[in-house]
């Protein structure tokens, strides 16, 4: 499966994005999805992850109640919804795929593709 993450922005602290991810293939609904983000000059960090359904997700707790990630398989793409943003959640944001559960490390994800930066202003 191909990703591609899109929507990132300017914005200033306090606003709203919703990044989408769109993936190619038809094997994307059987795939649990996470979202990652990267601040500069740091290391790649979890952000959330859902199952196949959309019905069970997991956050960090950096972003857990400001963070809502959700996927639509019927248009093979997931979402994270951000508000309440913080100038500390400037990054670029990636989405990936995979088939464990209740894990957060990047290299139990794959298929990473191109990110989306997000910048928020103070």
């Known amino acids: 499966v191909q990703l591609q993450a899109s929507g990132g922005g300017l914005v200033q602290a306090g606003g709203a994005l919703r990044l989408s991810c769109a993936a190619s293939?038809?094997?994307?609904?059987?795939?649990?999805m996470g979202w990652f983000r990267q601040p500069p000059g740091k290391a790649r960090e979890f952000v959330a992850a859902?199952?196949?359904?959309?019905?069970?997700?997991y956050y960090a707790d950096s972003v857990k109640g400001r963070f809502t990630m959700s996927r639509d398989n019927a248009k093979n793409t997931v979402y994270l919804q951000m508000n309440s943003l913080k100038p500390e959640d400037t990054a670029v944001y990636y989405c990936a795929v995979t088939t464990k559960w209740d894990r957060r490390s990047p290299s139990d994800f794959g298929s990473w593709g191109q990110g989306t930066l997000v910048t928020v202003s103070s």
């Open positions: 859902t199952d196949w359904s959309g019905y069970s997700t």
């Open positions: 293939g038809r094997t994307f609904s059987s795939y649990n």
